[in-house]
């Protein structure tokens, strides 16, 4: 037969409790034995604790227990907390408090020597809880606000505070009332901030967003330029909140390829005319507008409009005129690296302000060797600028004057002109050459008129072809010798005879050396050497 054990307790009749006895049998006869143990009961004595605190999410234990062996405990006025319970037999409190308040029990204990009783004050902290909304929205309308964050239990100083984010500029925090107020400046908008509300158990945070409405407010210029051809934009700016949407003003018109979006964007790739454009654009949201008049001008880089090559005639007075559309006004000069203008040859600098053209002149009297020379004329504006590779052609040249304006044969003429170098013959009138020339340079040429020439046109033969002048060169006349006295040696007049061998003075003025012939009435003698 298995052993047997049993545990007994009993009251005895002079109040103590026999308990905790063991009585045991194994074997199959069923011997077995037994022991026992007594205690004194005593009514419970509370120790003297009648303040709880505790705070709310917090665990909390307490032993509440009286003295006394045995005792059962149980509330008998009032109710713990919500989350608190009671042991029953050990007089312990725990939990985890969700409420926060003054909870006031009265905690019985009892043992079969009496009843004993203790009135308790629970008091459940909490931190502050937030009871108002965590968002707000103003609008801006030149006056103040307010809005007041509240929350439970929040210390009476310094209990509200932002811990994250900051206000939008004009608006403040009272620390002690939780009222957010003032002024709100700037441009409106959204801001996210942390409330915090504050008390002796902790502190607690509220995310909270805070909305400014605004009306727009145009704060861009007044006028942008665009060029003709090139893809273009500009910003319009009208801070606000909501954000506001951009419009033209119907009775306002925008140039040919020009677009306005709805968030303020004016774009376009004008194609039609240039020159200043004036249009009105409204901004508005939900809370009111704006409108600004706007200037919109439209350049044009210059395009040459004239040929890219011209002729001058060497020595002659000459015009090419350089012409170009764009806008605004176009000045002209040579392009950075370009071959100079040839010689004799400048810009007139005429530049046209009156209209979408402009126009420079290449002007002067060329001195310049025949030949073709490049030039690079640039073309500039505040749209850009443009250059042209100019071909100018100078051909020929000139007997531009001479000095004197008449001689007589034998005498040294200069011819001032141009193209001179390499002459191979020089002419008067009649086509009678020169007794000699001497090209000094390309502009001057020294030369004999010849006897026998008339008075005419010079002209001079050069490898770029025959030049001449334009006025008559006037030979003068050679006059007649004239005898003013005859001496002969030998005779005693002048109507002695002469013979051979005879001197004979002659004396008078003649251009050149005269020969002397004699004569005997119509009968010729000879000649006096």
């Given amino acids: ?42 009514k419970p004595v509370f120790t003297p604790n009648t303040g709880l605190n505790s ?53 019985a204990a009892s043992t079969p020597a009496g009843i004993a009783s203790q009135t308790f004050s629970f008091a459940v ?25 509240a929350a439970t239990g929040v210390a009476s100083t310094n209990g509200y505070s932002v811990t994250s ?24 908008g959204v801001a996210n901030i ?49 954000a506001p949407t951009f419009t033209v003003n119907p009775s306002s018109t925008l140039p040919a390829g020009v677009t306005l979006e709805s968030n303020g964007t004016l774009s376009c790739t004008p194609s039609g005319a240039t020159g200043s454009f004036y249009f009105t654009v409204i901004a508005s949201n939900s809370i009111g507008g704006a409108s600004i008049r706007f200037q919109l001008v439209v350049h044009q880089a210059p395009v040459f409009t004239s040929a890219a090559s011209t002729v001058f005639v060497g020595g002659q007075s000459g015009t090419f005129p350089v012409t170009t559309t764009g806008y605004p006004y176009i000045s002209y000069a040579l392009a950075i690296g370009s071959n100079p203008l040839p010689a004799g040859l400048a810009f007139d600098r005429i530049v046209n302000y009156s209209d979408n053209s402009g126009s420079i002149s290449i ?21 850009g600028f443009t250059d042209q590779t100019l071909a100018i052609d100078i051909k020929g040249g000139t007997v531009s004057s001479f000095t004197p304006s008449h001689a007589r044969g034998g005498s040294v003429v200069k011819l001032s002109g141009q193209q001179f170098t390499g002459a191979t013959q020089v002419t008067f009138g009649g086509g009678i050459q020169a007794t000699s020339f001497t090209v000094v340079s390309d502009i001057e040429i020294t030369a004999t008129v010849p006897v026998g020439a008339s ?29 003013a006295s005859i001496a002969i040696d030998s005779g005693s007049s002048n109507s002695d005879a002469i013979t051979k061998n005879t001197d004979v003075s002659v004396s008078g003025t003649a251009e050149a050396a005269a020969l002397v012939k004699i004569y005997d009435g119509s009968t010729y003698l000879g000649s006096a050497v």
Avoid at 67 to 95: F, K, M, N
């Fill in 1 to 42: 037969m298995s052993a047997i054990q049993a545990n007994f307790s009993a009251l005895k009749a002079d109040g103590s409790i026999a308990f905790w006895g063991t009585m045991g049998k194994s074997g199959p006869t069923g011997s077995g034995n037994a022991t026992t143990q007594s205690s004194q009961v005593s």
């Fill in 55 to 107: 705070i709310t999410n917090q665990p909390f234990f307490a032993n509440l227990g009286a003295q006394g062996v045995g005792a059962r405990y149980e509330i008998t006025v009032g109710a713990l907390p919500a989350g608190i319970t009671l042991d029953g037999t050990t007089g312990v409190l725990s939990g985890i408090p969700t409420a926060s308040g003054s909870f006031p029990f009265t905690l």
């Fill in 125 to 149: 902290a909490s931190p502050p809880i937030f009871t108002s909304a965590n968002s707000a929205t103003f609008t801006d309308v030149g006056t103040g606000v307010s809005f007041t964050v």
């Fill in 165 to 188: 984010g900051t206000l939008p500029a004009g608006l403040t925090l009272n620390a002690n009332t939780g009222v957010i107020s003032g002024t709100p400046l700037g441009s409106g």
């Fill in 194 to 242: 942390v409330i915090s509300a504050t008390n002796t158990v902790g502190s607690t945070t509220q995310p909270f967003t805070l909305t400014i409405n605004k009306a727009p407010s145009f704060t861009n210029v007044t006028k942008t330029t665009f060029t003709l051809g090139s893809p273009s934009t500009f910003q319009f700016t009208a801070p606000g909140y909501p």
């Fill in 363 to 383: 002007v002067g009297t060329p001195t310049a060797p025949n030949g073709t020379y490049t030039v690079i004329v640039r073309a500039t504006n505040t749209a």
């Fill in 455 to 483: 008075t005419g046109i010079i002209s001079v033969v050069t490898p770029g072809g025959t030049l001449s002048s334009t006025t008559n060169f006037t030979v003068d006349a050679v006059p007649a010798p004239a005898i």
